[in-house]
């Protein structure tokens, strides 16, 4: 079965600060895809990225980065001179192929506080 | 283009009352899932709808829960004889494919006194 592992459960960072929220995942297939939500104080979920399991190239886009290593099974999101705004809990979530309905596996989340 | 929509936005039930939760996804998205969120549990699916195939219900905690989605479009979760423990936020999302990103709705915060 699957399961996604956010070990962090709170995580305290000085503005400006780098952060790297931690990811894990078991699964059985070989087709599945991972992603990162972003759920702020407003309570809305924002989805931030999906990658596929054939892609391991880790992303870029602007102040986040991913690290998808299959090797260890984790795909790891850093977020770079962090803000006040990326205060919010952040989930990783998995999907495969073997579930017909590529539902969601979400972990329990990092709620990242950014003390200005 | 308009998100994922839900209504209500919160609602107030007594215990063994039946509640009914609206969503409507994405124009053009096929796929449509409901989701539930609560502090003890945190994200668990609950039932999956894809075209006019069979929804998948695997995820659905009793028989008191039920979904349906009418013409390809907005769905309706309804919940009988509420509980207690059936107080959650409860999630909409919608993608336009398999294993696409999923975007979510505001949700419905559920209340069962």
């Known amino acids: 079965a699957q399961k996604v592992t956010q070990a962090q459960t709170e995580i305290s960072v000085v503005e400006k600060e780098d952060v790297t929220l931690d990811c894990v995942y078991e699964t059985r297939d070989t087709t599945y895809y991972l992603f990162w939500y972003k759920q702020p104080p407003s309570g809305e979920l924002v989805f931030l990225i999906r990658r596929n399991s054939f892609d391991e190239q880790n992303e870029i886009s602007g102040r986040y980065s991913w690290n998808f290593q299959k090797s260890t099974s984790s795909f790891n999101f850093t977020i770079t001179a962090s803000q006040v705004v990326d205060s919010a809990v952040y989930f990783c979530?998995?999907?495969?192929?073997?579930?017909?309905?590529?539902?969601?596996?979400f972990g329990k989340g990092t709620k990242l506080s950014v003390i200005p | 283009g308009a998100g994922v929509s839900q209504s209500p936005s919160n609602k107030v039930t007594e215990k063994g009352k039946d509640v009914e939760l609206r969503c409507d996804p994405i124009?053009?998205?096929?796929?449509l899932y409901w989701y539930r969120q609560s502090l003890g549990q945190g994200l668990e699916f609950l039932i999956y709808f894809q075209g006019n195939s069979a929804p998948d219900k695997s995820g659905l905690p009793s028989d008191r829960f039920s979904a349906e989605r009418t013409g390809g479009s907005v769905s309706t979760l309804t919940i009988q004889r509420t509980q207690q423990e059936d107080s959650a936020v409860y999630l909409c999302a919608s993608s336009s494919e398999l294993g696409y990103e999923q975007y979510f709705g505001p949700g419905t915060r559920l209340t069962v006194t």
């Open positions: 124009s053009g998205h096929t796929a």
């Open positions: 979530a998995l999907s495969e192929s073997g579930a017909g309905s590529y539902q969601l596996t």
